[in-house]
């Protein structure tokens, strides 16, 4: 029997050309190539680029001519971007970059960076022009980049751009130049966005930077991240009410459907009273929570209080500080664990309380994290709890390295059913 190896190379341009003709029924049956559907997230030399630009006008092709681009502009069966269904601005911008070097004979730094906006803006305006139908969007705006004003524009004017969209991330920063227009764009682009989510009768996930009314009229919202937001921006924007007071009333309507929750206040000084009324409101509103990951908070009882109203939660990470009552409230805490907890992660200012936690907790955990394991009072704890617990499988120690070996073995010669192992490999699978 013989064996013959054939070895053929392709560029990445002849691979989209070849799969664009093999899939010619695709055009009939309204389907989209799968390549073309996200091109910009291919590890490859960015040639495509030139297919999406055979559609530039003669002016477009006359500015790119006077940076030293010369494009042979033919018509091509299909316009490419129309195929396009995800869209992640910071992927483009990088392959923008990259097609930039690979177009230009000798790259001119007084010029290289200008020609690489212009290259950007012509992308976008290609892509919200040709009719294409996301499915998928980031709008993480880059660094150092100048949105043309006409860019904004053409999002307006297509009108099915958005309207099959099921992942949105919207992101800015404000060291991105967005031109003389900056105030009205923005207003333009946030009533956008608005009109977007009212859209998506289904949305169950919105990654946001501020507050969007419509936000309450969300009936299956699943997972809400809470971040900072620059007072710069909400001036910019006009906003009028706090993020803290808005979200009890999005909770009203979508709490129960919120299933993973992760929360990391910041000045608490001046945010003591909103987050009480957040607290307030996740005890109200978000019984079906199974996720829970919150830091930066003190160990109150109105956090106890949430905890003890979490009859579902299966995941815990708690990074607190204590101010009052310390043993009381750590007893307590271990007193309420669900016994659905399988998942607990106690951060390092849990460490001094750890074997009085131990002593009272009866939550069946499979996997516990904690800081550190350094002292006999501890050690014994812990061997206690084991004992107890026969589902617990794992306990990941931060400092692992600092782990006496006599320890180790004191724990393993009573308990057979726990492994002790390094934090980060419990972490990393999760």
């Known amino acids: 029997m013989s064996f013959y190896q054939i070895h053929v190379n392709f560029d990445m341009t002849d691979i989209f050309q070849l799969l664009m003709k093999v899939d010619l029924h695709n055009k009939k049956s309204r389907k989209s190539p799968i390549l073309w559907q996200n091109p910009f997230s291919f590890n490859k030399k960015p040639l495509f680029i030139s297919e999406y630009f055979s559609s ?20 091509k069966l299909f316009n490419y971007a129309k195929f396009l269904k995800d869209l992640n601005l910071f992927g483009l911008k990088i392959k923008a970059r990259e097609w930039t070097n690979l177009m230009l004979i000798k790259p001119i730094s007084s010029y290289f960076d200008t020609l690489e906006n212009v290259i950007f803006n012509l992308l976008l305006k290609l892509i919200f022009e040709s009719g294409t139908v996301l499915h998928e969007l980031n709008l993480s705006f880059p660094y150092s980049f100048e949105v043309k004003p006409e860019i904004f524009y053409s999002i307006g004017r297509n009108e099915l751009l958005f309207s099959r969209l099921q992942h949105l991330s919207l992101s800015f920063s404000e060291s991105c130049n967005y031109s003389d227009y900056g105030p009205r764009l923005f207003h333009s682009l946030f009533h956008a966005i608005i009109r977007i989510i009212k859209s998506q009768e289904q949305l169950k996930r919105c990654a946001y930077n501020k507050e969007f009314e419509v936000l309450k009229d969300c009936k299956t919202l699943e997972t809400l991240r809470i971040r900072d937001c620059s007072s710069k921006l909400l001036n910019l924007l006009d906003c009028k009410i706090s993020t803290l007071e808005t979200i009890p009333l999005i909770l009203r309507n979508s709490g129960l459907s919120l299933q993973q929750l ?6 608490l000084d001046d945010n003591f009273h909103e987050e009480l009324f957040f607290l307030e409101a996740l005890k109200s509103f978000c019984q079906n929570i199974t996720y829970l990951h919150i830091s930066n908070i003190e160990l109150s009882i109105h956090l106890l209080e949430l905890i003890d109203n979490l009859h579902k939660l299966q995941f815990l990470s708690l ?29 390092n200012t849990w460490q001094p309380f750890m074997d009085i936690f131990l002593s009272h907790c009866n939550a069946p955990l499979k996997k516990l994290l904690i800081y550190r394991l350094n002292n006999e009072e501890h050690i014994r704890a812990l061997i206690e709890f084991c004992i107890r617990n026969k589902a617990l499988n794992y306990v990941g120690i931060y400092k692992y390295s600092d782990l006496d070996e006599n320890f180790r073995k004191e724990v393993e010669a009573h308990v057979t059913n726990v492994a002790l192992v390094p934090r980060a490999r419990i972490v990393e699978f999760l």
Request: glycine share 4%; with cysteine.
């Open 319 to 347: 990074q607190c500080f204590f101010v009052d009552d310390i043993q009381v409230r750590v007893i307590q805490f271990a007193e309420i664990l669900p016994l659905t907890l399988q998942y607990l992660d106690l951060g």
């Open 56 to 75: 530039l006008d003669e002016d477009e092709s006359y500015i790119l001519k006077e940076y030293g681009i010369n494009l042979k502009i033919s018509r």
């Open 262 to 267: 992760s929360f990391e206040p910041e000045n």
